[in-house]
């Protein structure tokens, strides 16, 4: 069973700067795809990058610029660096996980999550 977990959540203010890590484990297969999604209440939940085992990436037009995905494969870890926050990217960003070659931002292409980890950006 894919379990993630992610850290590094917090506040900050507008313009700084966070990084988010998950660390999979349970997984088997080298076509393994990793992503970042944010939720705020009241809306549906939102790709923001995605990654695969291979290196291709992709980033939600909204983020690209300020936010990269990046992996350690030996470390089965998914990081989201996040610069030149606004307080429009708060909410609850979640790392999900499956199986497979792309690398989509819907959250319907993947089947594992983790709990969750709150960004809250002050103006």
């Known amino acids: 069973q894919v379990q993630l977990v992610e850290s590094g959540g917090g506040s900050v203010q507008a313009g700084g700067s966070l990084r988010l890590s998950c660390v999979a484990s349970?997984?088997?297969?080298?076509?393994?795809?990793m992503g970042w999604f944010r939720q705020v209440p009241g809306k549906e939940r939102e790709g923001v990058a995605a990654?695969?085992?291979?290196?291709?990436?992709s980033h939600a037009d909204s983020v690209k610029g300020r936010f990269t995905i990046s992996q350690d494969n030996v470390k089965n870890t998914v990081y989201l660096q996040m610069n030149s926050l606004k307080p429009e990217d708060t909410a609850m960003y979640y790392c999900?996980?499956?199986?497979?070659?792309?690398?989509?931002?819907?959250?319907?292409?993947?089947?594992?999550w983790g709990q969750g980890t709150q960004v809250t950006v002050s103006s």
């Open positions: 999900a996980a499956d199986y497979g070659w792309l690398v989509p931002l819907l959250p319907s292409d993947y089947t594992y």
């Open positions: 349970g997984y088997s297969y080298s076509n393994f795809r």
């Open positions: 990654i695969h085992r291979n290196g291709r990436t």
